[in-house]
């Protein structure tokens, strides 16, 4: 088991809301140091930044996502969640969660990925 | 702001081999660079601060000026095939180059 870990559905549906937790077993959510970030990466593609959440409560996401993008933490569960509406097939990627350093934007930790598909 | 980087490299072993990545400013950045081998999660290879975390080798450097950062790999050795990312942050944003694919001849 790796210090963060994805979990959540492989297949969704067209028109439906992706839905993603990162467990986090090495540090907290609640740590001010770090953002808590999602980084997708479509097959046989590059990576792309999706979005952070810290425990300021500020938020950051990509603009290309940004209508669609929902990131949280849940201190209870020291986990933190993606939500992403409206998906489509361009959606279908591997789903990696990953603590960004706030002072220096480093990721510094990434689970081991989650894959999504989109299809009926 | 967009991040450009050559879709892929070859070396042979033992050579050395310079990785670019190019942003408008990019030497006035903070850039970071990955490592992601087949199947697996990116990891840190070298940081804009030059932190290498356990594991990554001294052949590892990284450096930048003008437009353009590079990670240079000395002595590549088989195991360094992998694709490399590059990464900034820009006004709240975060930014991944396209990634070079090094294979390792």
């Known amino acids: 088991q790796g210090l963060l870990q994805e979990s959540g559905p492989g297949l969704v549906q067209p028109s439906h809301t992706l839905s993603l937790s990162c467990a986090v077993s090495?540090?907290?959510?609640?740590?001010?140091?770090?953002?808590w970030s999602w980084v997708r990466q479509p097959p046989g593609k590059g990576l792309e930044w999706i979005g952070y959440?810290?425990?300021?409560?500020?938020?950051s996401s990509n603009p290309s996502l940004r209508s669609r993008v929902t990131i949280s933490i849940d201190t209870s569960k020291n986990q933190f969640s993606l939500r992403l509406t409206s998906v489509t097939a361009a959606d279908s990627a591997i789903y990696f969660c990953?603590?960004?350093?706030?002072?220096?934007?480093?990721?510094?930790?990434w689970g081991q990925g989650a894959q999504v598909t989109v299809s009926s | 702001y967009v991040l450009t980087q050559p879709p892929s490299v070859s070396v042979a072993p033992g050579e050395t081999v310079i990785l670019t990545c190019g942003g408008q400013?990019?030497?006035?950045?903070?850039v970071h660079w990955y490592q992601q081998k087949a199947g697996q999660a990116p990891v840190v290879v070298i940081s804009?601060?030059?932190y290498r975390p356990s594991g990554i080798p001294e052949r590892f450097s990284n450096s930048q000026s003008g437009n353009t950062a590079t990670l240079t790999v000395s002595e590549v050795e088989a195991g360094d095939e992998a694709d490399y990312y590059c990464?900034?942050?820009?006004?709240?944003?975060?930014?991944f180059g396209g990634g070079t694919k090094l294979t390792v001849l």
């Open positions: 990953a603590r960004e350093e706030v002072t220096t934007s480093l990721f510094d930790l």
């Open positions: 090495s540090g907290d959510v609640s740590d001010v140091s770090y953002y």
């Open positions: 959440f810290h425990s300021s409560g500020s938020t």
């Open positions: 400013d990019i030497g006035r950045k903070s």
């Open positions: 804009h601060q030059g």
């Open positions: 990464q900034v942050w820009e006004t709240r944003y975060v930014i």
